[in-house]
């Protein structure tokens, strides 16, 4: 079984900054790829960033330019730092993580419980 719990939301005034973390842990061999989504209140879920295990990092159009997206395998942990935030970058984000486990034939796609980011002046 693996869990990934978020942290680092919280209230900023628009133009602020905050560093998501999301960590995993279990019964973990491998993490392939990081991947960064939110929804906001009434609004669907939206993917916002990717990292695969060689680094390589993609981006939604939301999140170019301002977010940047980061992982240390060492402790199976996703960054996501977040700059020049925006009202409408108000979301519950979630992280979510495809992990092969020691017990699992293939890799499968674990989900965090969100951590709330709020942006109002």
């Known amino acids: 079984q693996v869990q990934l719990v978020e942290s680092g939301g919280g209230l900023v005034q628009p133009g602020g900054s905050l560093r998501l973390s999301c960590t995993a842990s279990?019964?973990?061999?491998?993490?392939?790829?990081m991947d960064w989504h939110r929804q906001g209140l009434g609004s669907q879920r939206e993917w916002v960033a990717s990292t695969t295990s060689s680094g390589i990092t993609r981006y939604g159009d939301s999140a170019k330019g301002r977010f940047i997206i980061s992982r240390d395998s060492t402790k199976n942990t996703a960054y996501l730092q977040m700059n020049s935030l925006k009202p409408e970058d108000t979301a519950l984000y979630y992280c979510t993580m495809n992990v092969q486990t020691s017990t699992d034939n293939t890799a499968r796609n674990y989900w965090g419980q969100g951590t709330q980011v709020t942006v109002s002046s």
């Open positions: 279990g019964n973990i061999l491998r993490i392939n790829a």
